[in-house]
């Protein structure tokens, strides 16, 4: 029985995998924010010794700076999501707490997947990107200087628990789509566990 459904979901179209930023992201975000207004905070208080007024604005505009930037930060983060289905790859993204883009490839469209940490604490921590390469992000634009132009059609997905693993999954979805595309529907979906640890 079918889990999962996002907007634009098309007819039988089964969703093999839902990506969620790992929650480290949703910290690092609220770190940020957080230094953010301590930086507010002490550069206000000390403007507050030649002027009284920004004493009381320092801790206002602190408070307010975290929870604004806290909701905004946990909005993104709750609304940033990618679908792996049977027939593509959807990614909404939160462009602004109001307004999400949606991006997709349809697997025909895909040429090849790339996956890398940011550094070796990622690694560890099994958390890295994930690049979905499309076709079209090189076109040739004149045959005689054969010149392309880079178009940015690639989907990044960013902060992906078991990065590595995901991104043999969808390799596997590749050749299964090119030799056999009737059994992308078949698959199994994707764990993110440990090998022998995804029954």
Do not use: C
Not at 27 to 41: D, E, G, I, R
């Amino acid at each position: 029985m079918q889990k999962h459904y996002f907007p634009g979901q098309q007819t039988d179209e089964h969703v093999l995998y839902v990506v969620h930023p790992h929650v480290v992201s949703l910290y690092m975000s609220l770190a940020k924010v957080t230094a953010l207004a301590l930086f507010l905070l002490i550069t206000l208080l000390f403007l507050s010794k030649a002027f009284m007024f920004f004493g009381v604005v320092s801790f206002i505009g602190a408070a307010v700076l975290v929870g604004v930037g806290s909701w905004v930060s946990y909005e993104s983060f709750r609304r940033s999501i990618t679908y792996i289905t049977d027939r593509r790859i959807v990614r909404f993204e939160a462009a602004t707490p109001f307004a999400t883009n949606s991006r997709a490839l349809t697997w025909d469209e895909v040429v090849k997947v790339k996956t890398f940490p940011r550094n070796v604490l990622w690694k560890m921590m099994k958390v890295g990107t994930i690049i979905v390469h499309a076709k079209s992000t090189y076109v040739h634009t004149h045959e005689q200087t054969r010149e392309n132009v880079y178009t940015n059609d690639d989907l990044d997905l960013e902060y992906v628990y078991y990065y590595k693993d995901l991104g043999n999954y969808i390799d596997k979805i590749l050749y299964t789509y090119k030799h056999s595309p009737h059994e992308v529907s078949q698959m199994h979906p994707f764990v993110p566990k440990p090998a022998g640890q995804r029954d």
